[in-house]
């Protein structure tokens, strides 16, 4: 173990770090044919057009959090830790980290990580639920940069202390808002176009399969409920979205327990949709009790966790080829969109099992 030098590249959205790169950042975003899946024409002249028209609101919005994103600073933190954590193992490991639509960029990270000199490099998406929109078009810029892969972690969406790590954040919350009676858990993914999943994204089925397991730690007369937040644009989107299922606790007299079911750290979505958007739709509709329950951070079982795919990489037979939490595929065939190519778990992830409620 010790004559490997093991560099791990972290993977995340990233976000304009000042007022000025709000609008290039969702340029990029927009950019992407993971994203606004059009020819490239009509993809350019759109992402000009939906950046310089969402780029006001969004600079007000990033005002909140001090005029930028919060999302890499707590990304360094979290890759720090799982430094620290991977060197306690016995590893000589460095952390690094590549943003796919703001700075760090995958070309000048796959640039340090070459001047580091590795002997293996595992990449890491910060996305627990694979989709063809993130995990995927970050892995396919790494490649498209020349980066160098000797592990891949595809998911981890039923991993133990993932799982665990949710369940013990949601009861913290709950405690600490005085453990009211009549409780709904309204478990809150980013959305997608239903026409993303229906071309074999397996995202909202990995979403489903958190939350079924997250379930499982929770106590029975509570009601879960996945929900999604965040949609943009005219196109269908997969719901129930999270405004409406907030709504819905109310009419029920509910006290509402909302969790970021698939975003590991704290950013927009979080600070400005969670914490103000959605908790004045909560407060308009007189719910009694609107608990937002942290994203996982530095929770020490996540960070133990990601230490664990690093080391199950690193031991994979079969790697560079993605390996999920377990190595194996946990999508059925009917999932084209998922990269791992190996034995299929089928019977444990049955495409009939439906999400909590």
Excluded at 60 to 80: D, H, I, R, V
Excluded at 155 to 175: G, N
Aim: hydrophobic letters at 40%; charged letters at 25%.
């Amino acid at each position: 173990m010790m004559t490997e030098k093991v560099a791990v590249v972290l993977f995340n959205l990233g976000g304009p770090d000042g007022p000025d790169a709000v609008q290039p950042f969702l340029k990029n975003l927009f950019s992407d044919k993971a994203i606004i899946r059009a020819p490239a024409p009509v993809r350019w002249m759109l992402s000009n057009i939906i950046s310089a028209s969402r780029a006001k609101s969004a600079r007000e919005n990033y005002a909140k959090m001090g005029g930028g994103s919060p999302l890499l600073p707590e990304t360094q933190a979290q890759a720090k830790a799982l430094e620290v954590e991977l060197c306690r193992r016995g590893w000589t490991a460095r952390t690094f980290i590549a943003m796919r639509y703001w700075k760090p960029f995958a070309r000048e990270t796959a640039d340090d990580v070459n001047r580091w000199e590795p002997t293996k490099v595992i990449l890491l998406p910060l996305y627990p639920q694979f989709s063809t929109t993130t995990t995927a078009s970050s892995l396919s810029d790494w490649k498209d940069v020349g980066g160098r892969a000797d592990g891949v972690v595809c998911c981890y969406p039923t991993a133990d202390k993932f799982v665990s790590a949710h369940a013990e954040k949601i009861l913290e919350a709950w405690r600490q808002a005085g453990a009211p009676t009549n409780v709904r858990v309204l478990l809150s993914a980013h959305g997608l176009p239903e026409s993303v999943i229906k071309s074999g994204d397996p995202y909202q089925h990995q979403v489903e399969r958190t939350a079924s397991a997250v379930r499982g730690h929770l106590p029975d007369e509570w009601e879960v409920e996945v929900c999604y937040q965040s949609k943009v644009g005219p196109l269908k989107w997969i719901g129930p979205a999270t405004d409406e299922a907030i709504i819905d606790g109310s009419r029920a007299n509910k006290a509402l327990i909302v969790s970021p079911i698939a975003f590991v750290s704290e950013h927009i979505e979080t600070l400005v949709e969670l914490d103000e958007e959605y908790r004045h739709v909560a407060e308009a509709n007189g719910v009694r009790s609107y608990i937002r329950v942290p994203a996982l951070g530095l929770e020490p079982l996540f960070i133990d966790l990601l230490g664990d795919l690093v080391e199950a990489a690193l031991r994979d037979p079969l790697s560079p080829s993605p390996g999920s939490e377990c190595g194996e595929r946990i999508c059925s065939r009917k999932y084209s969109g998922c990269p791992n190519q190996r034995a299929c778990r089928e019977a444990a992830y049955s495409d009939t099992a439906g999400a909590p409620t």
